[in-house]
């Protein structure tokens, strides 16, 4: 098993999970925010699919589509729901030498009702986009590395290693590459590059690597004048999917958005493909039955991605 994963590195062959981070007091209330790391590509939705490619050759504007269109999904996912909001960052994920646009996002919510619709709708989110797993981390005051718990969270040491400048995606590659890791995820907003350790909490030895490589990946940003202070700490990981807890006992009713997302997310793709403005129609007072079959079909296939 890899020594680190990452949740936004993988196209839906690869599929490397989405990752989550999770939990903080403030004052009496007790408030979770969660960190999610969602790749922006999948070979299964074909408009998607082809942004990936055009931004894997270089395109840069079909990598803002791809990123503008994927921020559509989770607004619709959350829309419905009052107590939970989303922040969203532009991030980089690469696992086992692929890099790739991705999105990373900090949800907060003050329930664990709340807590149980964000996993549902990250959940349906991950198997839309054929993502084998998520992770759960939640950060703790006191923990020894491996240690397990009854409702099968463990402890395990996650690093941020920071930067003093943007990194392109060959960098963030030769970066992950020459330390040895398996997967991290690249923050512009923050400046960092963010790893941890997934794996069996016996191997001392693979912890010690992992440990190690963490090392490596601070020297080499050190060696080109870029580096920051790592800054590690011990979390509790819950694996649900692969390998791990099954996603059934996270999966749950999603109740989608009524807002404009999914007209937003065509749209762009539509002008990607055709080369030209696209304005969607106005919605008809009165349609044919054929037209409202058509349009039920276009929602269950939206509501599928």
Known sequence: MPDAVVGTAA???TAAPAVIVAGRVVGATTVDQITVGLSTATDTIPGIAALHNAARAGDENAGLILREARRGSPRYLFGTRSGVTIDIDDTTGVFDGDVEPSLGLRVTFE???DRAFTLAALDRFATAYNQRAIHVTKDVDA????TKYDDGSYATPSYK???NRKLSAKEIEDLRKRSGLYGMTYSEKTGTLETYYVGDTKDTAAIAEF???VGKLQDNITARRNAREAHGV???IWVYGEGGIPFERIRGDVPVAQAEESNETARLIAERI???GVTPAPQADVIT???RSLQQRLARAYDEM
């Open 234 to 236: 011990i979390r509790l």
């Open 143 to 146: 923990a020894d590395v491996g």
């Open 274 to 276: 055709s080369g030209f």
């Open 161 to 163: 290693v920071g930067v």
């Open 211 to 213: 440990e190690r490589n």
């Open 111 to 113: 329930n664990e009702a």
């Open 11 to 13: 196209t839906a062959l």
């Open 289 to 291: 039955s054929a037209k």
